[in-house]
C-alpha cells in the first residue's frame, strides 16, 4: 500500500448536518486522519423521501467524495445507509461503511436480553434493514421499531427539552415503553442531541444506542485491517499531527452556523460549496462505472 | 393568437404537495382550462434552504412545465416566489406568476386598518419580499412578520388539530396577536391547512388570507388579458368540457397518497415521476436562453 494512498483523507457524507455527530466520534477516533464532509443541505431530509431518490442521492454524494480522493466513505445518513449501501458497495472504487451494521452490533452488545427498540425516520424504519440486522443476531428477541417524523425538525428548531419536543416524545416512544426495551438504538443523527429528552421518557435503565461511536470503531478497525491508516514519513516515530476537518455543502441553508454548531461541537470554518451540476456529474460518472 | 396556443395546459410548480391547494383553487376558477402540476418532493422543503439553491431549483421546476409546452407558470410555492420569480421573468418564454403578488393585494382589499401579519417559512419570510409588498400598499400599516418552520412537518404528519400544533401555534403566533393584527397573510401553501388552528389562537375577528384564490383569480386575469383563454373550435357557443390536471413528481414520498390527498381535496391518479436528470437538463436549457 503506497503511502500516499494512506495520506488521502476519510470521506463522510450525510443528508444535511447532522452526520457531524458522526464527524466529530470519527475525529475523535482517529484524530491524525484528515476528514471531509459532505452534507447535502440543498435536498435534505432524505428520510421522508422514497428509495429510488435516496439511493440517486446517495450516489452523487458519495461521487462527490471519490472525485475529492478519499480512501474510505463513510455513509453517516441512516436512510442512505438503509437504501444504498448495497448499491454504493458495487459502484465504489473505495471501501464503503454504513451506520445501521456498527449500530446493530453496539445494540446486541449492549442489549440485556429484553426487548431492543429502534427509531428513525419513515424511510429507515420502512426499510426494515435495522430489524432485518437485529434478527439475524438476535432471533429470539422481541423488536419494537418506530418512526420519529418530528423529532428532525424539532432539533434543527433547537427544541432540546423544549414542551414540545417532550410531548412528541411522549407520543413517539409510549409504544417502545409499553414493550419493555431495555435497549433502544437512536437510528438518525439528529437523535443523540434529544438523548435527554428521550431517557426522561424511557427511564434511566434503557439504554440508548448512539452508532456514531460504533461507526468510529468500525471506520478504524477497517483502515487498519486494509493498511490505509494515516503514516506520515516511513513509521509511527513520526511526530503527531491532527488531521485537518474540510466541509461541503450543497447549500448554505438559514441557521447553518447554527445548526452546525450544535451537532459538531464547535464553529464549523472554511465550507465549500458543491453545484448541483457538480453532484450530477460526480454521480452520473459513478453509475458508469457499474 | 393561434387556438393551438389557447389549447396549451396551465403549469403549476411547487416544492411539493403543498401546492396543490393553488391547483384546486385554480381547478375551481378555471374549469375548462387543462392543468400540469409538477411538485419537486425529492427536494422539498425549499423554505429552509438559501436563495441560490431556491433559484436553482425554481428555474429547473419551471423548465420543466415549459418543455411541456405550457401557456403560463404559475409559482405555488410562496419561497420560490419570493427567491425566484424576477429570474424566472427574465427566462421564461411565456408568462409567470408568483404567489406574493396576489396574497398582498389580498390583504389589502381585507385589511380594516391595523397592523397586518404575516407568517410562512424561514426563506420566505427572511427575503422581506411580502413586506416590501405590503409596505409599498400600506405604507402607515404596521407589519409583523414571523417565521413558523414546524407548520409544514406538523401539516405533513397529519397534526391539524393536534395538541401539539396548538402548542407550536400559540408559540408562533403570541407576537401577532399581541400586536393586535386584523389580517394575517397565510405565506405558505401548507397553512390554509390550519385555518382552524391559527384562528383559535388570533380569534375570529382576524382575517386569515390564504392566497391560493387571489392567484387563480389572477390567472384569471392575465389569461384573459394576454388572449390565452381556452377555446375549443370558434368561438364560446361550443360546448365545455372539464379540463384534466395532470401530476408530476420528482419522487414518490412515503405517505404521499395520503398527503396529497389532504391537499388536493380528493385521490391523485395518473403520477408520473421526473428524473433529476431530465430537471437538470430543462434548468440548464432554460439558463442558456437568459
Known amino acids: 500500500m503506497s503511502d500516499d494512498l494512506r495520506r488521502r483523507p476519510v470521506g463522510v457524507f450525510d443528508s444535511g448536518l447532522g452526520g457531524l455527530t458522526v464527524l466529530r466520534a470519527l475525529h475523535e477516533r482517529l484524530p491524525g486522519e484528515d476528514l471531509?464532509?459532505?452534507g447535502d443541505t440543498a435536498r435534505v431530509p432524505y428520510g421522508t423521501k422514497g428509495e429510488k431518490t435516496v439511493r440517486a442521492f446517495a450516489r452523487?454524494?458519495?461521487?462527490?467524495?471519490?472525485?475529492?480522493?478519499v480512501k474510505l466513505v463513510v455513509v453517516a445518513c441512516n436512510t442512505a445507509s438503509a437504501f444504498a449501501l448495497d448499491h454504493l458497495q458495487e459502484v465504489l472504487p473505495v471501501p464503503v461503511l454504513g451506520v445501521i451494521g456498527p449500530g446493530v452490533g453496539e445494540a446486541v452488545r449492549v442489549s440485556r436480553g429484553g426487548p431492543v427498540g429502534v427509531i428513525g425516520t419513515s424511510g429507515t424504519i420502512r426499510s426494515g434493514r435495522y430489524q432485518e440486522g437485529l434478527r439475524r443476531l438476535l432471533p429470539d428477541t422481541p423488536i419494537v421499531a418506530r418512526e420519529c417524523p418530528l423529532f428532525v425538525p424539532l432539533v434543527e428548531e433547537g427544541l432540546m427539552g423544549h414542551a414540545l419536543t417532550a410531548m412528541a416524545a411522549d407520543g413517539y416512544l409510549a409504544p417502545l415503553?409499553?414493550?419493555?426495551?431495555?435497549?433502544?438504538?437512536l437510528g438518525c443523527t439528529h437523535y443523540p442531541l434529544l438523548k435527554d429528552d428521550i431517557a426522561r421518557v424511557m427511564g434511566p435503565e434503557v439504554a440508548l444506542v448512539d452508532s456514531a461511536e460504533a461507526l468510529a470503531a468500525a471506520a478504524d478497525e477497517l483502515l487498519g485491517a486494509r493498511g490505509l491508516r494515516r503514516r506520515d514519513g516511513t513509521g509511527p516515530s513520526v511526530p503527531e499531527r491532527e488531521g485537518d476537518l474540510c466541509f461541503l455543502l450543497?447549500?448554505?441553508p438559514w441557521k447553518f452556523a447554527e445548526i452546525g454548531a450544535r451537532f459538531l461541537g464547535r464553529p464549523i470554518a472554511d465550507v465549500?460549496?458543491?453545484?448541483?451540476?457538480?453532484?450530477?456529474?460526480?454521480?452520473?460518472r459513478l453509475a458508469e462505472r457499474a
Open 250 to 252: 450543497s447549500d448554505i
Open 177 to 185: 415503553r409499553a414493550a419493555g426495551v431495555d435497549t433502544l438504538i
Open 36 to 38: 471531509v464532509y459532505f
Open 60 to 69: 452523487q454524494d458519495a461521487g462527490v467524495l471519490v472525485e475529492l480522493g
Open 272 to 284: 465549500r460549496t458543491v453545484g448541483l451540476d457538480e453532484m450530477e456529474e460526480a454521480g452520473r
